[in-house]
């Protein structure tokens, strides 16, 4: 029996605008599968050096694509990440950009425990929209959307409105 193809969707955007809370509840409600790539790299190792001025180990990024590659190909994915340049643009179906105003990023950072350059240097990430650009430039414009991430309201509807594309796509697809 073939299987049903399912879409793969890429939720990305600075760290702090909802990734994690709005991917995680889309796999619950659609059954597609969630991969957050910071988790994957930690419980994996997939790193390659230390970034001395951010005190974080740094991704090995040939090494993620190759440990996803193979699922990613099935289908049904959901992938997290602060980025998007880096994993193959045949991948995704579909690009969500979150997008959070500054104060309130700022704040939700500040909660995380985030401090002083680190602290700052997201928040401008977010106000120069470095992660939207660089999907813009590493996918099919047609195919990235901002989705903004502000209030609990617009978690529901931004999970609505994935949800609603994510069942339109495998109508269309099967
Ligand atoms: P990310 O995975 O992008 O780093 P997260 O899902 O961990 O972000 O969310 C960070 C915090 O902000 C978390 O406490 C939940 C809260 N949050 C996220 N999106 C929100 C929204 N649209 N409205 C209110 N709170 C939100």
């Not at 399912?6 to 990734?19: A, E, F």
């Not at 970034?51 to 099935?74: A, G, H, N, S, T």
């Not at 289908?75 to 990440?81: A, F, K, L, R």
Request: net charge negative.
């Amino acid at each position: 029996m073939k299987m049903r193809k399912r879409p793969n969707i890429l939720l990305t955007g600075t760290p702090g605008v909802g990734k994690t809370t709005l991917g995680k509840e889309l796999a619950q409600r659609t059954g597609l599968s969630y991969v957050n790539i910071g988790d994957l790299a930690q419980e994996g190792e997939l790193y390659d050096g230390y970034d001395e001025e951010y005190q974080c180990p740094i991704l090995d990024e040939d090494r993620v694509v190759d440990e996803l590659d193979d699922q990613m190909v099935d289908g049904g994915m959901i992938i997290d990440y602060h980025g998007c340049d880096l994993f193959p643009e045949r991948w995704f179906h579909i690009v969500f950009v979150l997008r959070t105003d500054n104060t309130q990023l700022y704040t939700r950072l500040e909660t995380r425990g985030y401090e002083g350059k680190k602290l700052q240097d997201n928040v401008q990430c977010e106000i120069f929209q470095t992660i939207y650009e660089e999907a813009m430039e590493a996918y099919s414009e047609d195919i990235v959307h901002q989705l903004t991430s502000n209030t609990p309201e617009d978690m529901d509807r931004n999970l609505e409105q994935i949800i609603q594309w994510s069942e339109q796509w495998v109508k269309d697809n099967n």
